[in-house]
């Protein structure tokens, strides 16, 4: 996983402080005349903590008027506490209580929070539904079932941008969505894609406080998404509920962590793996590994799969990672091929026409959600990677097929019971003999698949191509943040300058301000595919210049902070990330 982290963004126009009522400040939320229904009416108890929120207490609620309020009890004249609807600026699920299972929090414009719970999880439901329609336009009524928090944020795209804009967010599960007004309809952000989220306190100017934070939202195309709330305390509120979504996923492939393929990271970095380390490994995929590490790797990956890097060292060896990803794959809910599907997939296998048979395989994998089709190609992809060498590993198409086949398609509810394995390793041989006609692979993709198979032939050999002679020294253009966003430096290396004296001569002319031990560069080609890290004595330029021409476009070198240190510092808090944390993405202009 690479952790993409954006330039001091400290000195942009903060969004515009919101008044209520100054519909001027925020464009993007429709405004609707509420007329006072029913529907937007409801009374009864709920129990409220009160100062330093120690115990709850009955409190009889009402809502109507647009406003919200709690007295003693039903009968009392007197009123302990009036919230103005338009007062309201979040609302979400809280954690349960010892003795009060169904709490929701309602935090105002102050900043001050209120802590209620209900009898039972629908009268808790109803009053979240009822109070968040106070905070959202009408467009959005429909997505208030079971949500998990509601609030106003100001939101720009882009560390450059000054355009701010106050919109209605809703979370829900893993989708964060909000209503465009540009668009006329609802956006959503999926959250299975969110590389890393972290927030950065701003200083003061004429417009803002100390108190205010910036939540930063990194996703794999690079962008970056900045949220910020009316204060300190929605903030943060905002940013747990959108990182606990990173955490315990699950055993469902809908809810995992994905690529910007749509891949699960999990898959992705254990392939990986293997592909670093171990595509000529005898037994590949065929030998276990040790059953406490293969757990404890899981548990891992399970806990926070973009956090976890899988390195060769004393901790676990090729055959953990492999049976690793094996018991992935048959712990899904669900198996990868689908229940839905099995008989389809069986009863094709048997097909004694070749031509029928691969069409037929071609619409069942269309007929795969996206997710499942996604990881079904990447890994196809890969057996065959392995397959090409068996004279290494001795695993071949039929003995990979033998291993996935009931893997992929009985999964843990030995779907097809035992008389089926034959068949389902069938399927999985003829995916892997016809995965081109099969997942209509594009000319395109087979040239960046070849030129990924020679990449890890030369990884394999450990046989550099020796570099064409250099004569002069080479400019590379290396960018601070997104490529789009144009923050770029050049950076002059010379034919003998190694990586290490690279990051030396960044430091010394306050291009990065990391110490060299924090920092690694590493060599990322095919569009990200694959990456290494430089040795810190290897020559830079010696690598460029091998990269075929062909490839060079979608290669480039990358400067960021170094994980392996990360790894080390298992106690450092979870929620990542300082202002130093930095990546550069190079583009390289060279004339001769």
Known sequence: MILYCCTDFTTQRPPPRYIPG???????????????TDEDRKSGYLFKTGVGRKEFQRRYCRLENGTFS???DEKSPYVKNTIEGIDIQIIGESQPRPGNEHCFEMGVVSGRSYLFSAESAEEKQEWMYIIAKFLTPQVMWSYLSNFDLVGHLHKKEGSTSTDWRRLTFLLKGKKLSFFSAEKDCMEDLDL??????????????????????????CFPDKSRLYLRSENKEHSDRWHTAIQNTLFDCGTSLENQPLTKENVPVIVNECIRFVEKNALKTEGVYRLAGVKS??????????????EV???????????????????????????????????????????????????????????????????????????????DNKQENKMETKNLA????????????????????NYEISVIGDLMLNYAAIFEVTQEE???????????????????????????????????????????????????????????????????????SQVSVFEVICNGELERVFNPHEKILAEILSWDDGMRSDNYICIKSNYLEKKIEKVRS???????DFTMLGAIHYSP
């Open 293 to 306: 590490k293969v757990n404890q790797i899981l548990q891992n990956l399970y806990h926070n799969a973009r």
């Open 70 to 72: 709690y007295s003693v």
């Open 402 to 421: 033998a291993v996935f086949g009931p893997t992929l398609m009985s999964g843990k509810n030995s779907v097809g019971g035992f008389g089926a394995a």
């Open 446 to 516: 087979q040239n960046k698949l070849d030129a990924k198979r020679i990449f890890l032939a030369r990884l394999s050999e450990n046989q550099l191509l020796p570099p064409p002679p250099v004569k002069n020294d080479m400019h590379v253009t290396l960018y601070i943040g997104p490529k789009s966003e144009n923050e770029n430096i050049d950076v002059q290396i010379s034919e003998s300058m190694t990586t290490s004296e690279l990051i030396q001569t960044l430091i010394d002319t306050n291009k990065i301000n990391m110490p060299p």
């Open 574 to 580: 979870r929620t990542i990330c300082n202002a130093t």
């Open 22 to 36: 100054n519909t001027a400040e925020a464009p993007s939320i429709p405004v609707h005349t509420r007329r006072d």
């Open 192 to 217: 299975r894609k969110l590389t890393n989220s972290y927030v950065d306190n701003v200083g003061p100017d004429e417009r803002q406080t100390m108190t205010e934070q910036t939540i930063c939202l």
């Open 309 to 387: 890097r899988l390195t060769l060292d004393e901790d676990y060896i090729v055959h953990d990672v492999t049976s690793a990803l094996k018991q992935y794959f048959r712990e899904l809910d669900d198996p990868l091929l689908t229940s839905d599907l099995y008989n389809q997939w069986v009863k094709n296998s048997a097909s004694q026409d070749n031509a029928s048979k691969i069409r037929k395989y071609a619409e069942l994998v269309k007929e795969l959600p996206e997710v499942n089709r996604n990881t079904l190609k990447e890994l196809i992809i890969h057996l065959n990677d392995v397959s």
